[in-house]
Structure formats: C-alpha cells, structure tokens
C-alpha cells in the first residue's frame, strides 16, 4: 500500500479510486458526495437507479444511512456477522438518505468488511465507501490493480493491495426476508 496517502487524499477530494475486497477492486468514493458519486456514476457508465452499496470496516461508518428504528435485534446480530462469504445485507434506510446512494429503492445496500485495505480506508477518512466492482460495461471484473490500469488507465488512481482471493463477489441479501439478489 506503497500510495495510501494518495488515496486517502483523492477520496477526501472527492475523487473515484480503486481498492481491494474480498474477491474483486471495487470503484470507491465519499458516499456523503453527491459530486463524487455523480463521477463514479459516470466513469462506470452505472444507470443510478440501481443504487449503490456502501461498505465499512465498522458498523459506525454506517449508523448514518440505516433507519436503527425498522431494524431488530436479529437483523443487528447478522448485520454484524462477517463470515468467509461475504454478505451485502440489504437494510431499512433513512428518509434522509440521497437517492443518489438508493437509487430507485427504500432501502440501502451494506456490507462490514474486514479486508485490510478497507478498514485502513476507513479509519484514515472517517467515512464508508461506495463500492461497486472496478470494471467498465460488459467487461469483467478486476481482480487485481494491473487488471483495473488496462480498463481504466495508467493514471487511475487504484489502491497498491491485495484482495482477499475470494472465488465470488459478495452475496446480496435481504435482511429480513432473507431473499438473496445475487448468489455469492
């Protein structure tokens, strides 16, 4: 992570990076900048009715966009849960919450990770990432940083770490119901 810093200071600039989860790069930015995710939007040709996940290495990062009252204890005790798959709960949002982050749905996708580079994210902005898998429409996802320079160029500012080599991308899963919207 020889060019953290550099991260961290195009996140706070409300720039778009690239960063490692458990399976692939995620395409990241300041959930709290409309500015920022308007650019993500863009740069990954992504329609913003589908919304976005948002991912933390704390539930504390998160407190701000989940509706606490709609939630119950259950929901809470597997919000927490970081298992080897990773899950993206689908949750109650706040009314307060941009659609710019919802898109289309009352609801908002989250997932607690525990990758190093994430929580190191994390803790050096303060806030939760946007996070959707660094790759342009149509082609696959970036498995590591040399895969998200082909796509995306030499000068695309991609976090040097490792993901977690994990087979499949997080499960998307209703917190409630249990539905799930993508197999992991």
């Keep these: 992570m020889d060019n953290f810093l550099d991260i961290v200071n195009q996140l706070k600039q409300e720039g778009v990076v690239a960063y490692p ?15 920022a995710v308007r650019k993500l939007l863009e740069l990954k040709q992504r329609p913003k009715e589908k919304g976005l996940i948002l991912l933390a ?3 504390k990062y998160l407190l701000s966009y989940i509706d606490e ?4 204890e259950q929901a809470w005790q597997q919000l927490n849960q970081i298992g080897e798959q990773a899950i993206t709960w689908i949750v ?3 009314k307060s919450v941009p659609s710019y982050l919802t898109g289309k749905f009352d609801s908002i996708a989250v997932r607690l990770c525990k990758v190093p580079a994430v929580v190191a994210l ?13 790759n342009l ?6 498995r590591n940083s040399e895969e998200v320079r ?4 030499d000068d695309f500012p991609v976090l040097n770490a490792k993901t977690l080599s994990r087979e499949n991308p997080s ?4 917190i409630f119901s249990q539905q799930i919207f993508r197999q992991g």
């Excluded at 009252?69 to 119950?72: A, P």
């Excluded at 994390?122 to 660094?134: D, I, M, P, V, Y």
């Excluded at 082909?150 to 160029?153: D, E, K, S, V, W």
């Excluded at 499960?171 to 209703?174: H, L, Q, S, T, V």
């Design 21 to 35: 989860t458990e399976a692939v790069f995620g395409l990241g930015c300041n959930p709290q900048s409309e500015k």
């Design 57 to 59: 290495s704390d539930l």
């Design 69 to 72: 009252n709609r939630m119950t």
């Design 92 to 94: 109650p949002v706040k």
């Design 122 to 134: 994390c803790e050096a902005t303060g806030f939760a990432l946007t996070s959707t898998s660094a």
């Design 137 to 142: 429409t149509g082609e696959p996802p970036c």
């Design 150 to 153: 082909i796509q995306f160029g």
């Design 171 to 174: 499960e998307i899963r209703d």
